[in-house]
């Protein structure tokens, strides 16, 4: 803006060279801004730069401190998910190129690799001012625990390395960045200040330097120049500071204090306040490690409840709960000279004690296996007696290890509730290996359940008088290369109460083996099978059994059932119901091994049976011993007058056979007639002495 006389307003002549002092002021000050912002460009960006550097380097391990703690528990229990997921959790950051767990047997865990990144300048400056940087580093991990000793144990490591080139990449780019942006800034402040120097001093002074010529004509006058400012937003980034990091605090204080609660979740039991069984192996871990060299006696004690499962059933499981913790406190007080208390299942608790005397100990325990304990529920308050049952096994003499110990532990408590409950027993091999026989079987049988493999062979019965075939006996078999009966298995069906399904199947098998051919036999044909009285007191046995007759059009006059003697069908029931309906519907029931048992004589007088099968043993030694024969002659008597017809078994020779059909005997079974066939085999051998004829 010029005046009349084209002379600028603020004394800024056109075309002038002499530059007034507020245009020097001005070129002062902003040349001043722009150097003094190349400047500090310069030194901020290389100041970021150092502090990026090392704050990403101190970051980096910062992150692998915070996964320390989770990660010594994760290896302290084994817990690979956990250290997988803790690696995981780092694997997106670049700032590494390799982290690695091991374990303290040196085993790896986990690990993430990244590409290394590569560059000269990288290089060369991480060579010159770098060089105290560590790219690798090993974090070996300790756990504490509750021992005498020591405080700690180590339970592995992590190592891991950290890509510094990236590192340096990023600050340069950083450094950059931020030298660009203060240029840019400075550029846009000198501006700025240009304007306010300007408006704020250049004015002013044109004004005053104007007022001082007027004064000095004596036609000054007074003025005021304000500078006004303005306020900053740091108390805002200082308000947003102190929030952000108490949020993180209290994110890292919710996290340890939640990785506590699991530490103790996993070593105490949460009802008693006792520790649990995890916890119990880690002590023996400590006293049982050779590398210890303690030789001392370990003996430990679990102890069962007797029937716990009534209390729970009678009382609920409020007053279960109270009768577990009761039992708990009075196992701890009694027996404070041990070590601690664990609870290893709902209703069995454990002690170990060292360099003790086991028989002192073993009487004490005798003594506390009955108390009684008070319980308060919401509608019941009584005093419930309480029946323990004990175990004991010891160290080194049972076993070595933590987890065998406890096993053997488990085989004594197994002998006290064979020897009837409410008793204490060791530790016995013997019953070990029973037990592990029984589990072997077991595990047979369920596979034989799930996918049959099992067969049937037939052994003839024949008649005396003429050697024709007047049936057979179904017998179960599971090895076409032994012809033996599995009594293993079978003992495990009965003792588990699988035999209901088991016996079923090998029925339907053998009636399924049999319907096709009934019309090439005779009609007093009986094909025999096994049943186990726990079959036989199953309350709808009778009408699956007729259904499955019904579904193969088998008659029932033409099947037999061989019955074992069991005490419990005399006075059961549905014993009687299904031996009355199969009865009428034509099946008859033979009394296997009738001689053998206690109450041969009282199943004659309770239950009425088509046949009398005499066992084996009675026939081996005849005619040789007379004993024998005396007792063969009896029960073919006693068989005639119940009304039931004999079966002889075990016929080995033709003495047997003669004397056997001389004493009154009808039928006979055993090799000297036949072995045990398969049902082609058998058929051959019905075909041979005419007793099957082609239809």
């Known amino acids: 803006m010029k005046d009349k006389k084209g002379i600028c307003k603020y004394g800024l002549r056109p075309g002038l060279r002499k530059k007034t002092l507020t245009a020097k002021l001005t070129l002062y000050v902003t040349t001043s801004t722009l150097v003094v912002g190349l400047l500090l460009g310069i030194f901020l960006g290389q100041k970021n730069f150092n502090n990026t550097i090392n704050n990403a380097y101190a970051l980096a391990n910062e992150r692998i401190e915070m996964i320390k703690e989770p990660a010594s528990l994760a290896l302290y229990h084994l817990d690979q998910a956990t250290v997988e997921a803790l690696v995981k959790s780092l694997s997106s950051d670049p700032s590494y190129n390799s982290i690695r767990i091991f374990s303290d ?144 605090e209290e994110y890292l204080f919710e996290l340890t204090e939640k990785n506590r609660y699991l530490d103790q979740l996993s070593r105490r039991d949460t009802l008693t306040g006792g520790y649990n069984r995890r916890e119990l192996i880690s002590q023996l871990e400590k006293y049982l490690n050779k590398e210890n060299k303690w030789c001392g006696n370990v003996l430990v004690v679990s102890w069962d409840i007797d029937q716990f499962s009534r209390i729970n059933s009678q009382y609920g499981q409020d007053v279960g709960d109270q009768v577990l913790v009761a039992v708990y ?70 076993a070595l290890e933590p987890e065998a110990l406890l096993y053997a532990t488990s085989i004594g408590l197994f002998n006290a509730k064979q020897a009837g409950h409410n008793c ?37 019965k024949v008649y005396f008088s003429n050697g024709e075939v007047a049936g057979c006996e179904a ?72 259904k499955l007759l019904n579904d193969f059009s088998f008659p029932g006059c033409n099947l037999d059932l061989e019955v ?48 009398l099968k005499v066992d084996r043993q ?25 009304g039931s017809q004999a079966v002889v078994e075990g016929i080995e020779n033709e003495v047997h056979a003669l004397l056997m059909q001389q004493e009154g005997a009808e039928f006979g079974q055993g090799y000297h007639y036949s072995k045990p066939l398969e049902l082609e085999d058998f058929i051959r051998y019905c075909k041979e002495n005419g007793s099957y004829l082609d239809a």
């Not at 454990?350 to 529920?377: H, P, T």
């Not at 016995?428 to 099992?454: D, I, V, Y």
């Not at 009675?618 to 002659?633: A, G, Q, T, W």
């Open 105 to 248: 047997g040196d085993r790896l865990f986990a690990s993430v690799t990244n590409a290394e990144s590569t560059d000269d300048l990288s290089d060369k400056i991480i060579r010159y001012f770098f060089s105290d940087v560590k790219k690798r580093k090993i974090y070996p991990l300790y756990r504490d625990v509750p021992h005498p000793d020591k405080n700690e144990i180590y339970v592995g490591r992590i190592d891991y390395n950290i890509d510094v080139n990236h590192l340096v990449s990023q600050s340069l780019a950083n450094f950059v960045d931020i030298f660009l942006i203060t240029i840019y800034q400075s550029l846009i402040l000198s501006f700025i200040i240009a304007s306010i120097m300007y408006w704020l001093v250049g004015r002013p002074l044109s004004e005053f330097a104007k007022y001082i010529k007027r004064r000095a004509k004596g036609r000054g006058g007074d003025e005021e120049f304000r500078i006004k400012t303005h306020g900053s937003e740091l108390k805002a980034l200082v308000e947003n500071y102190k929030f952000y990091t108490q949020e993180n």
């Open 329 to 398: 406190r009075h196992l701890k007080e009694y027996f404070n000279d041990g070590e601690s208390m664990f609870r290893l299942q709902p209703d069995v608790f454990a002690l170990y004690f060292f360099e003790k005397d086991n028989n002192d100990i073993i009487q004490r325990i005798e003594k506390k296996l009955s108390f009684d304990v008070e319980v308060d529920g919401a509608s019941l308050s009584t005093c419930i007696r309480i029946n323990l049952t004990a175990g004991v096994a010891q160290a080194p003499d049972d």
């Open 475 to 546: 017998l179960f078999r599971t090895d076409r290369k032994r012809n033996c009966a599995p009594f293993e298995l079978l003992n495990c069906a009965e003792d588990t109460g699988l035999i209901v399904s088991l016996g079923m199947s090998i029925i339907a098998l053998a009636i399924k083996d049999f319907s096709p051919l009934l019309v090439n036999f005779q009609d007093r044909f009986r094909l025999s099978v096994n049943v186990s009285p726990q079959q036989l007191i199953e309350p709808d046995f009778s009408s699956q059994l007729k």
């Open 564 to 611: 074992t003697e069991a005490t419990q069908l005399i006075s059961n029931s549905n014993f009687h119901k299904n031996q009355k309906e199969l009865s009428d519907f034509g099946v008859s029931f033979s009394l296997d091994d009738f001689g053998t048992g206690y109450a041969s004589i009282e199943y004659l007088l309770f239950i009425g049976f088509d046949f």
């Open 618 to 642: 009675f026939v081996k030694n005849i005619p040789d011993d007379y004993n024998s024969l005396r007792i063969c002659k009896l029960i073919l008597k006693l068989a005639k007058e119940v």
């Open 424 to 460: 204490v027993r060791r530790y016995s091999p013997e019953t070990e290996e029973s037990r592990k026989s029984n589990f072997s079987a077991l595990n047979a049988l369920r596979e034989q359940l799930e996918a049959p493999s099992f067969f049937l062979m037939y052994q003839p």
